[in-house]
């Protein structure tokens, strides 16, 4: 660890760019739960049935009540030590960019500004038929909401399986990949695409100089044979780390 450690660091200090893709391992220390406990479901509920269209054409109510659960906890919950040390980083770094699959809105609320949300986030509605997005934050949503435009259905803007991410923030994400010259890979299981994808994007080998791969996990995950550089551990605590070995303030 103290040699990958210090291989990170040094990787950082030659970056002129960097770009974070994180996951739900992000979130864990502040108590957002991960997605792939090892019984397959997801709080209790199958994927299919929470977070499908076909699940939510199905069974909207149970939908509802889910996202409900999940923005209720969400309210309760507090930026961790490695939500702080991103946004130090942006800081720090004229270019940095945090990519997030998580929906919770913690990199924010930690200080990040430049966050793109490829999976969406809790705090969003969307209009099933109009199309209109709304930032109703985390207030208590009725058990079935529903559109104050044109009275139909809302769902929640997140990005379920099966369906295409915003364009315009994917176009932003894959930039992101394209560009940067470290990519930290963070608290994701990197099993869901096009997510993953960047991290190989990132490597692309056309590139004049590809960029460095960093992964912070509490394991090793799908993305570890991409890495250059493993931090194996909370991330609560390799980004703190790596942030006072670099000399950035928190
Ligand atoms: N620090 C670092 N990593 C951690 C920590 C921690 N404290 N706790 C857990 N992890 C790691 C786990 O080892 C795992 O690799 O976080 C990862 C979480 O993986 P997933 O639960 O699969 O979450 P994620 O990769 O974000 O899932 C991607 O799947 O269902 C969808 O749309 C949902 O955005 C989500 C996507």
Redesign the pocket.
Same mark, same amino acid.
């Given at each position: 660890m103290a040699d990958e450690l210090a291989k990170a660091v040094a990787a950082l200090r030659n970056a002129k760019t960097v770009a974070v893709l994180?996951?739900?391992?992000?979130s864990?220390?502040s108590g957002v739960p =991960? $997605?792939?406990a090892s019984d397959g479901l997801?709080e209790g509920h199958r @994927?299919e049935d929470v977070?499908t269209p076909s699940g939510f054409k199905r069974d909207p109510a149970l939908v509802w009540k889910f996202y409900n659960a999940r923005r209720a906890n969400v309210k309760t919950v507090q930026p961790n030590a490695?939500h702080y040390a991103l946004a130090a980083m942006e800081r720090h770094w004229k270019e940095f960019t945090v990519v997030t699959? &998580? +929906?919770d809105g913690l990199h924010q609320a930690a200080g990040s500004v430049r966050v793109h949300e490829i999976?969406g986030s809790l705090r969003r509605t969307r209009c099933t038929q109009c199309g209109i997005i709304r930032d109703r934050r985390l207030d208590v949503l009725a058990e079935l909401p529903m559109c104050v435009d044109c009275g139909a259905m809302l769902r929640p803007d @997140? +990005?379920w $399986?099966h369906e295409m991410l915003p364009p315009d923030v994917w176009q932003h994400a894959e930039r992101a990949a394209e560009t940067c010259d470290v990519l930290l890979v +963070?608290?994701?299981?990197? +099993?869901?695409y096009p997510?993953a994808s960047l991290i190989p994007i990132a490597k692309q080998q056309d590139r004049a100089s590809p960029a460095t791969v960093i992964e912070? &996990?509490?394991?090793q =995950?799908e993305a570890s044979a991409m890495a250059d550089i493993g931090l194996y551990?909370?991330?609560?605590e390799?980004l703190p780390k790596l942030c006072a070995e670099l000399g950035i303030p928190i």
């Open positions: 994180s996951g739900a391992g992000a864990a220390e =991960t $997605f792939r997801w @994927i977070a490695g699959q &998580n +929906v999976h @997140i +990005v $399986f +963070v608290g994701t299981s990197a +099993v869901v997510a912070c &996990n509490l394991t =995950t551990g909370p991330s609560g390799s």
